[in-house]
């Protein structure tokens, strides 16, 4: 191997300067690096935390459910027994640390050596040679209790967990651990109706006849679903709900009345199809009924758009939903979406918004939109989402947060969401707060900004920590007034 012509220019991976490019940046992570963790959006299970599940390998803990890394293990030619399939701990070890050996670029890289360095103490860089001794040295330590689905939180130093969570979950898991003084991070449900939204799907008109079991009546009309839908917001709220989170593919375009809703909904209960335009309507029509009882709650409402799902029906079939067969989708209709947050700020049903996009070309026109629903007390009511999924990287996240600044109030961020399901995804906050420290650092050297590093401290412990928590109220009754 030559390293002709580098010489002391050269620096180390991963070294405590990473992706840290000034001495201003470095400084300023510095200051903010021990901050708890706010993970306002994530996939964790709630009984795993109950329960403080023990993970048998790291295979089952870093590989059992991150579809990031089964998506580039495919795209590495990795056959799907040794990703989803029934070859063992050891075998599908091997396979990623092969795959990631050559991964340049992926922040997959740099996300796996943090979190082997963070949680096991292993600096080894991982190839096909080494594979073997970081498994068997990073399983004598899962094994043990410190390394609990419990302590991993608490590792990370995470302040507020917020779960993903069906309309008709019980919520006894989140029960038992609010009443557990043993376990300090709180665990908060997320509310997530997808299945209520996509009326096209099999399964729909079964979902609502659970539905109305679980809030005590049948349903066979908008209303009715409303009133249900209704009688759920209110039982999360009693559990600490804060937020309610939906996956919109394609953002609906065409406004619907509640009239109009009722006959779709009716027509798909009775067995009747409908088109894509009324489902598409009925979209519409729900999101702004939801839009308001989540307003009067005082909840926050995360709109994840433009994903395109199962975009391999072959793999569809033989793996099933969310296992990495997703994609980067079509752009959200700025004029729909305006009219919708229009709409429901004039009847003073809007509640405070997150608008995320996996299409980065749109955060100038998001960010923009977004600021034009201001509302006193509050900063940035409405709000340009971080750097989500496709865009978890270096560009991505610079990008976001840098047209963050230039488009609206970077004072306002609330920061990162870990969006994993995975216990080990923790270290991708510490890879976003570099990063963020590292443009604004760059900024004040470059003379963009004045060197009060006391401000930008300020500004960074409010993107990274406090903004969060007042935006979502955790520890508090929040309003929207």
Request: hydrophobic residues 40%.
């Amino acid at each position: 191997m030559s390293l002709r012509g580098c010489g002391a220019a050269m620096k180390k991976f991963l070294d405590g300067d990473f992706l840290l490019e000034t001495p201003t940046a470095q400084e300023l992570f510095e200051r903010v690096t021990e901050l708890p963790i706010i993970d306002y959006h994530c996939h964790l299970s709630a009984k795993e935390l109950r329960e403080d599940h023990q993970f048998r390998s790291i295979t089952d803990v870093w590989l059992g459910g991150d579809h990031y890394k089964w998506r580039l293990m495919r795209g590495a030619g990795v056959p799907e027994r040794f990703i989803t399939g029934d070859a063992s701990d050891w075998e599908k070890f091997e396979k990623w640390a092969e795959v990631l050996e050559r991964a340049i670029g992926n922040p997959l890289y740099h996300w796996s050596h943090l979190e082997l360095r963070r949680f096991f103490g292993i600096e080894d860089v991982i190839t096909s040679a080494s594979a073997r001794s970081v498994f068997d040295r990073a399983n004598e330590r899962i094994t043990s209790a410190e390394f609990s689905a419990r302590n991993l939180v608490k590792m990370s130093n995470v302040e507020v967990v917020c779960t993903t969570d069906d309309p008709l979950d019980t919520l006894e898991d989140h029960e038992a651990l609010a009443a557990d003084s043993s376990f300090a991070t709180q665990v908060l449900p997320g509310f997530r109706p997808d299945v209520v939204l996509r009326i096209e799907r099999d399964g729909f008109a079964e979902y609502v006849t659970r539905l109305g079991e679980a809030t005590g009546g049948p349903i066979a009309s908008f209303d009715e679903l409303i009133a249900a839908l209704d009688a759920r917001v209110d039982f999360f709220d009693a559990h600490g709900c804060r937020v309610a989170d939906h996956s919109l593919e394609i953002f609906p375009r065409t406004p619907t009345t509640d009239a109009q809703a009722d006959e779709i909904l009716r027509a798909r209960l009775s067995g009747a199809p409908i088109t894509d335009a009324q489902a598409e309507g009925f979209r519409w029509a729900l999101l702004v009924r939801l839009a308001g009882l989540y307003q009067r709650g005082g909840w926050v409402m995360e709109w994840h758009m433009s994903a395109l799902r199962d975009a391999s029906r072959r793999s569809l079939e033989l793996v099933g939903p969310d296992t990495g067969f997703d994609a980067v989708g079509q752009d959200v209709d700025l004029i729909a979406l305006a009219r919708m947050l229009s709409d429901l700020e004039e009847a003073g049903a809007l509640p405070r918004t997150i608008l995320f996009t996996l299409e980065e070309n749109q955060n100038k026109a998001l960010a923009a939109l977004a600021s034009c629903y201001a509302h006193e007390g509050v900063k940035g009511y409405v709000q340009l989402g971080n750097a989500w999924w496709f865009n978890d990287t270096i560009a991505g996240m610079t990008k976001q947060i840098e047209t963050f600044a230039q488009i609206g109030f970077l004072d306002a961020a609330v920061g990162m969401l870990t969006d994993s399901r995975s216990f080990l995804s923790y270290p991708r906050h510490e890879y976003f707060r570099r990063i963020v420290a590292n443009v604004v650092g760059g900024w004040i050297e470059s003379g963009q900004y004045p060197a009060d590093l006391d401000t930008a401290e300020s500004v960074l412990r409010g993107v990274f920590h406090d903004n969060a928590v007042d935006y979502f109220g955790f520890g508090k009754a929040a309003t929207n007034d």
